[in-house]
Structure formats: C-alpha cells, structure tokens
C-alpha cells in the first residue's frame, strides 16, 4: 500500500525566513512520481513540482527548493526568505508509474503561515 | 486554455438530501479523477474515469454515490441520500498525461 506522511500539522514563521516542509512516503513501487501542490484559501490545487524515482537531483526553480532523497523515503520542500503570499497548505503526493492506476495518494498536508 | 471547471462552488444540504456535482475537463484530457476532501486532510480518490469507462472506483462508496461521465467529457457525481460525514470538498481533476489539472471544488455541507 501507498502512503505520504506530513508530520507537520502547522507551521508558522516570520517573514523572510527559510522553512522547510517534510513529506516522507511509503511505497512498494520500484518506479514512482512525487509531487508537491499548494493549496491557497481559494481552494484549487496548484501544482508546484513532479520528480520521478530513478530522479534524485535536488531541485531548485526561485525561492524554492526540494531535496529527494530515495534511502530515506523523504522528498522535502524548502522555501527560502519566505513571503506572506506563501501562506496556504502545501500537499505531498505520490502516484506510482503503471499505465491505468494513476490516482494520487496525498499526505494530511501543513498549514504554513508566513506572519508580516 | 481553459482550466477545470466545476459547479456549483458551494451546497448546502440536510441530511438524506441528494445532491449532484458537475464536473467539465480540460479539452482533450481524456482521464477525470473525483477526490474528497475532508477539512483538514489531504484528496482522496473516489474515482477515475478513461473516457467514459471506470479505472478505479475502489474507495467510491457506491451504496451513496454514483458517478457518471457520459460522453467521455463532462462528468456528474451524485450523493444520495447525503450523510453528515459527506461533508467535505470535491475536487474534479484531468489529464493527458501525467500531470492532473484540479478544478476549484465544490464545497458540500451537510446539516
């Protein structure tokens, strides 16, 4: 069975600081995606970054970051010198690569607050 | 291009009401996912649909809900009768390949 754990129910930061959101993920799957979606008040799901399996390069698109790690099962997100527009819940999200079965299975998500 | 689009936005029900959600996907996006989202968790897939057949209802309670998509373009979900613990935001989603463009949800109450 699939499954995203979010251990951060809330985080809350000033702004312009760096923080991070943990997702660990537990899969049979040798062959997999990941995902990060943002979620602001509005409610749609925007979708941020996809990182394959056999991909462990961090990467990097402005102020955010996510570090890939496959022996640990983690696929973290930093943002750096946050902002209030950051404000939302962030959800990680896994889905394996077999054609036809493409459903994703999210973690429970973080609140994240960026205070002015 | 146009994203997903969903009606309504907001319903409010009592308890044993039905209730149905509409559902249009992105031109040419031949897969839409339903998922339920209970306040303060992550969606949940209720169901998939290639065209207009079924991949994945597994998690559909289909005791209560049904889910429809004629056609293979617009798609329609039912609630009924509609449960307290209904309650909850249903998001339309679509692809091509393997990214999945999510509507704004419809946001259901249940009294």
């Known amino acids: 069975a699939q499954k995203v754990t979010q251990a951060q129910t809330e985080i809350s930061v000033v702004e312009k600081e760096d923080v991070t959101l943990d997702c660990v993920y537990e899969?049979?799957?040798?062959?997999?995606?990941l995902f990060w979606y943002k979620q602001p008040p509005s409610g749609e799901l925007v979708f941020l970054i996809r990182?394959?399996?056999?991909?462990?390069q961090n990467e990097i698109s402005g102020r955010y970051s996510w570090n890939f790690q496959k022996s640990t099962s983690s696929f973290n997100f930093t943002i750096t010198a946050s902002q209030v527009v950051d404000s939302a819940v962030y959800f990680c999200a896994l889905r394996n690569i077999i054609q036809g079965a493409q459903k994703l299975v999210f973690g429970q998500g973080t609140r994240l607050t960026i205070n002015p | 291009e146009a994203g997903v689009a969903q009606s309504p936005r907001y319903k409010i029900i009592e308890k044993r009401q039905s209730v149905a959600f509409w559902c249009n996907p992105i031109s040419g996006h031949a897969t839409l996912y339903w998922y339920q989202q209970i306040l303060g968790q992550g969606p949940k897939l209720l169901i998939q649909?290639?065209?207009?057949?079924?991949?994945?209802d597994s998690q559909l309670p289909k005791d209560r809900f049904s889910a429809e998509r004629l056609k293979g373009v617009d798609s329609t979900l039912k609630i009924q009768p509609a449960k307290l613990e209904d309650s909850a935001v249903y998001l339309c989603?679509?692809?091509?390949?393997?990214?999945?463009?999510f509507g704004p949800g419809t946001r259901l109450t249940v009294l």
């Open positions: 990182r394959n399996s056999f991909d462990e």
């Open positions: 989603a679509s692809s091509r390949g393997v990214q999945q463009y």
């Open positions: 899969t049979r799957d040798t062959t997999y995606y």
């Open positions: 649909f290639q065209n207009n057949g079924v991949v994945d």
